[in-house]
């Protein structure tokens, strides 16, 4: 298992596929690293040299924001959002969707225990 910067990428797995195991690069980042690298995108990464990890890691870590730099780049978005009491910042406080997705059913599935979301009081 090649570890990249401080993360272990899958070694039996092809070499575009196994990049996107880092949080923050998807298919075509992956494809775009490889590239540049000139590496084979079909090669295996237990297959990497050490070299050609260092070359990855350096690549990483100077163009892209990836991993512990990225988490906390959205988390401080999100706190951002909190602090100035945007309606996404208030969706996000209460644990709802802050897509304009409905709420009446299916926000919580993934949210966990059901969660009131204030409505309208009913006249007697």
Known sequence: MPRVIGI???GNKRLVI???YIYGIGNAVSKEVIQKLGLDANMRAHN???EEVS???AILTSEYVVEGDLRRQVQNNIKRLISINA???MRHRSGLPTRGQRTRTNA???KGKKKTVAGKKKAV
Do not use: H, V
Request: glycine fraction near 6%; avoid cysteine; charged fraction near 35%.
């Open 48 to 50: 990497l040299t050490d």
């Open 108 to 110: 919580r599935t993934r």
């Open 8 to 10: 272990d990428i899958p």
């Open 18 to 20: 196994s990049l996107t």
């Open 55 to 57: 070359k990855l890691n």
């Open 87 to 89: 309606y996404r910042g």
